[in-house]
């Protein structure tokens, strides 16, 4: 077996770790399944991409790559301004849509048939603003370097894995360390009772988009950067999202990142050992098996 | 100085089937007022209501004196209520202390600390053992804990929904007993309780609901001849009262 499956697995399990970040928490504390999410990843990667455009044409300096990496400083620039546009649809997604669900105390059906319905509109106006044809933040070659044991890597993969692992360690820590990570456990567990606590649950709630869609407007961007962007490129990654927030626990920030990381690596090794085709169906195995196995996922709480 | 008062409060979850139909009274502060009636009565639903946790669909609450109708209960801790609910009153997946600092957050910064030492200094039990998680507490311990993070941001009225429900009877006297020490502290305090005996005990007035209206309001001493208590429940001085 070819020990290169690890570092494919690593990036893979990243984007789909950061994805599954924000599926987890929205699940949570939201407590529906957001079919959006995905589409959140491909929104944020397309806005990036369209701020990269705009600085591109306001200073062609920020686009030429600054080694080692195949991108220049504008691509985390308009990053910055993609994370601000991505949370602004997701925050605007809510007053106008799962909002008004919220406050007319909707069954989490409907909520999730609503977001079903508002995903199939996000894909299909960014086909009809971008059109299907893949997009590219660079086209610049990069070689991979080797890291010993018979695997390699690009610059622009190390760098991916170690921003993941920074944001995953920061992200932690301020849902365990912080006031407002206290408040987000405290609505996940009861959204009544945080606000005879005085939380303010409305505000909970808009840290919680906004945490989310930073999440997948980042992997949204480091799925582009490594492979491509595509309007579908984030509802192909809802299974692999959906399979790490359950396999980590749903409302477990380590827990979907570790999620992440199995898919991505189970993704790696059943691509070498029984071929490339049976790739997708690993998260839908992972994802049954979790739950007829341990339905509260590794760092889940089974409900009393 | 009124500390609460309601005036023909209506509230329930649909406003065709109200479960409160227009109560109006006045607490003092630093009174210590029990809600009897029985069960379906409408007590529960009535806190609630005043908590901000149920839809009023007419009438009005006044918190020390200012119209706080349909606020929201977190906009209602903020100005001075503190309710215990009768179930699920703690985060049991968080620790004690971080159930504490919660509700701390809305006091000033360098009050915080302080104010969660002084609630571990009077519930002992929690005291003891400040990173266990609440989820480990026994069932009067966790009425105390959730006592304690009501008191913690000095409330002008505490409001507790049965605290002694489902308790074995030596929790009840231990709850009541905490009940008694916090009374004392002069804050303002409304008791729904279903332990008629050690609610009247502890409390100075009794107000009785039947079927969703106000039956009685007097000092509680009145009441501790059961017969009168048990017509009131029962219908018959019922009827004519709310007549």
């Known amino acids: 077996m070819n020990p290169q499956a690890i570092i494919d697995g ?67 620039l308009a990053m910055f301004g993609g994370v601000v546009l991505t949370v602004a649809l997701t925050l605007g997604l809510d007053r106008i849509l799962f909002g008004r669900l919220r406050a007319r105390g909707a069954d989490a059906i409907i909520v999730v048939m609503a977001s079903f319905g508002a995903s199939m509109a996000l894909r299909s106006l960014l086909e009809f603003i971008f059109t299907a044809k893949p997009a590219y933040f660079t086209k610049a070659l990069q070689i991979a370097k080797p890291l010993g044991l018979g695997m390699r890597a690009t610059p622009d993969q190390l760098l991916m894995i170690g921003l993941t692992a ?50 997948a407007c980042i992997a949204g961007v480091m799925a582009g950067l490594l492979v491509q962007i595509r309007p579908y490129m984030g509802f192909d990654l809802l299974l692999p999202l959906f399979s790490a927030a359950i396999l980590g626990g749903i409302g477990s920030i380590p827990g979907a990142m570790l999620g992440g990381l199995i898919i991505g690596l189970a993704e790696a090794f059943a ?32 409900e009393a | 100085m009124t500390a609460l008062s309601l005036a023909d409060l209506q509230a329930g979850y649909d406003p065709d089937l109200p479960i409160v139909k227009g109560v109006s009274f006045t607490v003092k502060k630093g009174e210590a007022v029990c809600i009897l009636g029985p069960n379906g009565a409408g007590k529960s639903t009535m806190i609630k209501a005043v908590a901000g946790l149920v839809r009023s669909f007419g009438g009005q609450v006044h918190l020390g004196g200012r119209d706080v109708t349909g606020l929201a209960s977190h906009v209602l801790v903020r100005n001075g209520m503190g309710f215990v609910p009768q179930t699920e009153n703690i985060f049991t997946r968080l ?149």
Do not use: C
């Open chain 1, 10 to 76: 690593l990036i893979s399990g990243s984007t789909i770790g950061l994805g599954a970040i924000g599926l987890t928490l929205t699940y949570s504390i939201l407590r529906f399944a957001n079919f959006t999410h995905g589409d959140f990843l491909a929104w944020g990667a397309y806005l990036t991409l369209t701020v990269a455009g705009v600085l591109g044409g306001l200073a062609a300096g920020l686009g030429a790559p600054v080694y080692p990496f195949s991108f220049g400083w504008g691509l985390p």
């Open chain 1, 166 to 215: 920074l944001l995953v360690l920061a992200l932690h820590l301020l849902v365990t360390r912080s006031a407002t990570g206290r408040a987000m456990r405290a609505v996940s567990e009861n959204p009544g009772l945080a606000g005879v606590y005085g939380v303010d649950v409305d505000k909970v709630i808009r840290v919680t988009w906004i945490i989310g869609a930073s999440m």
């Open chain 1, 271 to 302: 691509v070498q050992i029984v071929g490339a085709e049976w790739r997708a169906a690993i998260s839908f195995i992972i994802l049954v098996l979790v739950l007829m196995l341990r339905p509260q996922g590794l760092f889940g709480q089974r």
């Open chain 2, 95 to 243: 620790s004690i202390t971080e159930n504490l600092q919660i509700a701390a957050q809305l006091l000033p910064r360098q009050d915080r600390a302080g104010r969660i030492e002084a609630m571990l200094d009077m519930f002992p039990d929690l005291g003891s053992r400040p990173r266990e998680l609440a989820g480990a507490l026994s069932g009067g311990q966790r009425q105390m804990l959730a006592a304690a993070r009501a008191l913690l941001t000095e409330p002008q009225v505490l409001m507790l929904d049965e605290p002694s429900a489902g308790l074995s009877p030596k929790l009840v006297a231990q709850v009541f007993d905490t009940l008694r020490r916090i009374s004392q502290t002069g804050v303002t305090l409304i008791l729904v309780e279903q332990n008629v005996r050690a609610a009247l005990a502890l409390t100075d007035r009794a107000l009785v609901l039947v079927d969703g209206k106000l039956a009685h309001d007097g000092p509680t001493d009145a009441l501790h001849d059961g017969k009168f208590l048990g017509e009131l429940f029962l219908g018959n001085r019922a009827d004519e009262a709310i007549r």
